[in-house]
């Protein structure tokens, strides 16, 4: 199973909790946007070397993907902690666009299937894809998979580490 610290369901809360409280403040501050990137890890270990090593990856991705579509970033905020890692970029683009950037790369690559790269308008909205993210384990919708707990977390765990251990050098 994925090594790594554990953390508890309330330190998961309070990090989702502060995560929403960052994500308002940027909002009001720029009157844009912002894409809120973590990574989807289940279970109680959220963060370790491979993890944050992907994480760093697909921030390099966000970053290049805004710069070749010219949009300015106003601000970059990061946070690292045994919660998962963290980040929130505030881009003078259309909510759509940032949006339609983060679903290409979540989309471009298999460690992308466990980037969670949610885009908020200025409305404090999260927009939606327009498709149904795919089950890691049988290709199913996500969503549907994640309500009926069909995959136990040690499962689910296992995928992600033979994902880390074969995109991650």
Not at 47 to 73: C, M, P, S, W
Request: aromatic share 6%.
């Amino acid at each position: 199973m994925l090594q790594g610290e554990e953390v508890s369901l309330e330190e998961i809360l309070d990090a989702r909790e502060e995560r929403v409280y960052i994500q308002n403040e940027l909002i009001k501050k720029y009157n844009l946007p912002i894409l809120s990137f973590t990574m989807n890890i289940p279970g109680p270990v959220k963060t370790n070397e491979a993890i944050r090593k992907a994480f760093e990856y697909g921030k390099i991705k966000l970053l290049e993907k805004l710069e070749k579509n010219n949009t300015k970033v106003l601000e970059l905020k990061q946070k690292n902690t045994k919660t998962g890692d963290e980040l929130w970029i505030v881009a003078d683009i259309k909510a759509d666009d940032l949006k339609r950037i983060a679903v290409d790369i979540e989309e471009a690559s298999f460690l992308g299937r466990i980037f969670d790269m949610d885009v908020i308008d200025v409305n404090f909205k999260k927009l939606s894809r327009n498709s149904f993210r795919k089950c890691l384990i049988c290709d199913m919708q996500a969503q549907e998979c994640g309500r009926s707990r069909r995959h136990s977390v040690e499962e689910l765990q296992s995928k992600i580490e033979e994902i880390l251990k074969t995109n991650i050098k």
